[in-house]
């Protein structure tokens, strides 16, 4: 049992090639996956605990990022091995096919597993995907990115953050700002943090979606932008996604993180999402 929890919660791991993959089970019915990169699973414990009233609900820590181990931590963490990672937590369970919402990174992850295993996936939900090969700038975008970790990688991650606000058009009250940076951190975040700057966040932010294999393939394709996200970057990067797919992105309440920041909102805004599929 996890202590946080308010309803019965299943922790184990499961090896794959290259990783152990922590993961939860919560709540008994049709199987949704919530997934994130870099956030790990706990950001999602309160929408998780919602959903599980009559869903089985799945959350995972992807892999290199806090309970999730890899072999060789040299190695990058891309989409592909992330969506393999899904495919195979998915088929472990033996409850698909899934509807799976992946926010950020995980969104993208969420992408690559509907392009190779259409057949585990009846709906993507991908929330604020960072896919910044799909905009105009994008040349000016990984520029900025290079630049941004080798800041980091040089030893400055106040100044890597703050480039990564810049890039992501986000401002930051200077006190939420520090209590981000500022202070002594766990041994954990800081690893998850150099594994995130080092070997997820580029792999992450250069995936090209393969949208012909999205729109044919028979897994529905939503793509959600957070309602107070307009102008951010990965508003427009959503955007982008929803036009070459052909579709019109479907709002969600809060910003990027609106499924943390209020869960209950989130969740039943995801059940319409849920109900027109």
């Known amino acids: 049992m996890n202590d946080t929890s308010t309803v019965p919660v299943t922790s184990s791991t499961l ?4 990783a152990r993959l922590h993961y ?8 949704v996956v919530l997934v994130g990169a870099p956030m790990d699973g706990r950001a999602f414990t309160p929408l998780a605990e ?10 995972t820590d992807p892999r290199g990022i806090f309970r999730s181990t890899v072999d060789d931590r040299d190695q990058d963490s891309t989409p592909q091995q992330r969506g393999d990672d899904l495919a195979r937590l998915i088929t472990h369970l033996d409850a698909g096919p899934a509807v799976v919402l992946g926010s950020s990174g995980g969104a993208v992850s969420a992408l690559a597993l509907a392009e190779t295993r259409p057949e585990l996936v009846s709906t993507v939900i991908a929330h604020e995907p960072p896919l910044d090969e799909l905009v105009e700038d994008r040349a000016e ?11 980091y990688l040089g030893g400055d991650p106040r ?11 986000i401002e930051l009250p200077p006190p939420v700002f520090e209590a ?6 766990d041994e954990q975040s800081v690893a998850d943090e150099h594994f995130q700057y080092a070997h997820m966040l580029l792999p992450t932010v ?3 979606p393969d949208t ?10 939503v793509v959600g932008i957070g309602a107070d996200s307009t102008g951010q970057l990965c508003d427009r990067t959503s955007r982008a996604l929803a036009a070459s797919l052909g579709i019109e992105p479907t709002m969600f309440p809060g910003d990027h993180i609106g499924f943390a920041d209020d869960p209950v909102a989130f969740a039943a805004r995801l059940r319409e999402v849920l109900a027109v599929g």
């Open 15 to 18: 090896q794959v090639p290259g």
């Open 24 to 31: 939860e089970v919560r709540g008994a019915g049709p199987l």
């Open 50 to 59: 919602l959903l599980a009233a009559d869903h089985m609900v799945l959350t």
């Open 141 to 151: 975008l990984r520029a900025a990115t290079d630049d941004m970790i080798a800041t």
């Open 159 to 169: 100044g890597a953050f703050a480039k990564f606000l810049k890039i992501a058009n």
């Open 180 to 185: 981000i940076v500022g202070g002594e951190r």
């Open 206 to 208: 250069s995936f090209v």
């Open 212 to 221: 012909a294999a999205l729109r044919g393939n028979g897994t529905r394709v």
